[in-house]
C-alpha cells in the first residue's frame, strides 16, 4: 500500500516559481510516478509523469518548458518545479503512482489528498 502526501502549495503572483513535494509512504521505486490537477467546475486532468527510474518523463503540452517532474527513490519523494506560472495553472494539484505510466487519471491506483496552487494575476 502506498501513500501519497502532497506539500508546497499555496499563493503566489504569474510569472513566479513554485516547487510542490511529494511524500510516499511505502515503496515507489517500482511505480510511475505523475502528478495531476483539478481546477474548480473541471475535470481532474494529466500534468506530468515519471517512469520508475527517472529516465523518461511526460507532460501535458500546456506545461512543458515550463514544469519538471523529478524524484528521488532513495528519499521515497517526486517534485514538480512549475516555473513562468500563470492564472490558469490555479487548480488543485495531486501526486498520484502507478504501475504504468497513463495520462488517464482514472486508470492511477494511488492518490494523495491535494494540494492547492493560487496564481493570480
Known amino acids: 500500500q502506498v501513500q501519497l502526501v502532497e506539500s508546497g502549495g499555496g499563493l503566489v503572483q504569474a510569472g513566479d516559481s513554485q516547487r510542490l513535494s511529494c511524500a510516499a509512504s511505502?515503496?515507489?521505486?517500482?511505480?510511475?510516478m505523475g502528478w495531476f490537477r483539478q481546477a474548480p467546475g473541471k475535470e481532474r486532468e494529466f500534468v506530468a509523469a515519471?517512469?520508475?527510474?527517472?529516465?523518461?518523463?511526460y507532460y501535458q503540452d500546456s506545461v512543458k518548458g515550463r514544469f519538471t517532474i523529478s524524484r528521488d527513490n532513495a528519499k521515497r519523494s517526486v517534485y514538480l518545479q512549475m516555473k513562468s506560472l500563470k492564472p490558469e495553472d490555479t487548480a488543485v494539484y495531486y501526486c498520484a503512482a502507478n504501475n504504468y505510466y497513463s495520462d488517464v487519471p482514472s486508470l492511477w491506483d494511488y492518490w494523495g489528498q491535494g494540494t492547492q496552487v493560487t496564481v493570480s494575476s
Open positions: 511505502g515503496g515507489i521505486f517500482s511505480y510511475a
Open positions: 515519471i517512469n520508475w527510474s527517472g529516465g523518461s518523463t
